[in-house]
């Protein structure tokens, strides 16, 4: 590989850097909607301490009756799924499976273009194309940080430890 097709690391570090404010920032931003969502569907919860609401699916719907969220039971454990101002595509994903919890980010089109996950092994953020292959990857796993990009292929161009 030449030094031409060697991206500049400190443009890659500023950019990284970037990205997880965006992402943390995204993330606040999500439990505030969670917690927005929970003071909107229980407004009278406070008035009824000691009670259990227990359901398997809260559904929230805008002011045209179109479905914005859920909050439910998935097939692979529980999650919040926020959709799009028309209530067709999924804008994100947060989810807690067995190995630990993954929030996923998707394009206007459906494509999982962000995905946040810990598992056993450790943290990881991984960004994807509009086709939904991974192009970068940075993580913590087995004691280790990482920073790995992808060509269009999938093949690895570029990996740091």
Known sequence: MTSQQIPDTNFI???LNKLER???RLGVALALVGILAACLIFPGARFHRG????????????????TRAILGMRSAGPGLTL????????????TVLKTG?????????GATRVLLGVTPKG???AFNDAKGNLRAEMGFLSNAPSITFFDSKGKPVYLAH
Not at 84 to 89: A, K, Q
Request: a negative charge; zero cysteines.
């Open 22 to 24: 965006q992402n943390h």
């Open 101 to 109: 919890p993954v929030l996923s980010l998707y394009d206007a089109n």
């Open 51 to 66: 009670r259990t609401i227990t359901a398997r699916r809260i559904v929230l719907q805008d002011e045209n009756g179109t």
């Open 123 to 125: 943290a990881t953020l």
């Open 83 to 94: 959709y799009d101002e028309n209530g067709e595509n999924v804008q994100a994903l947060l």
């Open 13 to 15: 570090i500023e950019r």
